[in-house]
């Protein structure tokens, strides 16, 4: 069965330094794999997905995210953050064995600090 | 492109009353809309799948009597919490998918429901 683990429940970096925002999962099937952003009281916006395409996917704002199969790995980075980058990150999941519905992680909170 | 929207964007209601939440594609036909629930703090979890002009195929544990799902066009979508209990206060949330590309969701604003 699909998984994702979202490694930190809680990350806080200054202005300007790099973001990382971790992420494993688990699929018996090649996945589809998404990053989406939440800021407060809002619907989800997608930054990136990867599907079989570049491993290195470059989305939204400045993040991009690497797939790396031999470690069931997708983290989230960005080099620089910015006041408006805090919100509530999730990563998700899908593939075949989950008729392609999206499986979300649990969520990382990112606080950035001035 | 593809935005979606939900009305109400909150909502307050009194216990055993119903209530309906609507969830329309503005620019683009959703063959397929999708309803999760999302508690304070935690991670979105799918309710319900439904494809226009089917009935609603509903996840484990969601009861599909207490959560009626209308699928009536390609562009609109409508939960309606029937009886509702202060348990249903939740933010629910809906997503739509084109024909074909169901794995590429557009996610509405939300719906933050209250029931006191």
């Known amino acids: 069965a699909q998984s994702v683990t979202q490694l930190d429940s809680h990350v806080s970096v200054s202005e300007g330094t790099p973001v990382l925002l971790r992420c494993n999962y688990s699929?018996?099937?090649?996945?589809?794999l998404f990053w989406y952003v939440q800021h407060p009281n809002k619907g989800l916006q997608l930054l990136l997905k990867?599907?079989?395409?570049?491993?290195l996917v470059k989305g939204i704002n400045g993040f991009e995210a690497e797939f790396k199969k031999s470690e069931t790995s997708f983290h989230l980075t960005k080099p620089s953050a910015h006041m408006s980058d805090a919100a509530e990150y999730f990563c998700?999941?899908?593939?075949?064995?989950?008729?392609?519905?999206?499986?979300f992680g649990s969520g990382t909170r990112l606080l950035v600090r001035p | 492109g593809a935005v979606v929207s939900q009305h109400p964007s909150w909502v307050i209601c009194k216990s055993g009353t119903s209530v309906k939440i609507e969830c329309r594609s503005l620019?683009?036909?959703?063959?397929?809309m999708f309803w999760y629930r999302q508690f304070p703090k935690q991670s979105l979890m799918l309710m319900a799948t439904?494809?226009?002009?089917?009935?609603?195929?509903?996840e484990q544990g969601v009861e599909k009597d207490k959560f009626l799902i209308n699928h009536a066009s390609l562009t609109l979508s409508t939960l309606t919490v029937t009886s509702a209990h202060p348990e249903d206060s939740s933010f629910y949330i809906c997503?739509?998918?084109?024909?074909?590309?169901?794995?590429?969701?557009?996610f509405g604003p939300g719906t933050r429901l209250t029931v006191t």
């Open positions: 998700v999941v899908s593939d075949v064995d989950s008729s392609y519905k999206l499986i």
């Open positions: 439904s494809n226009e002009g089917s009935k609603a195929t509903y």
């Open positions: 997503s739509a998918a084109q024909h074909g590309n169901i794995n590429e969701q557009y």
């Open positions: 699929s018996s099937y090649s996945p589809s």
């Open positions: 990867y599907t079989s395409a570049a491993t």
């Open positions: 620019d683009f036909q959703a063959t397929t």
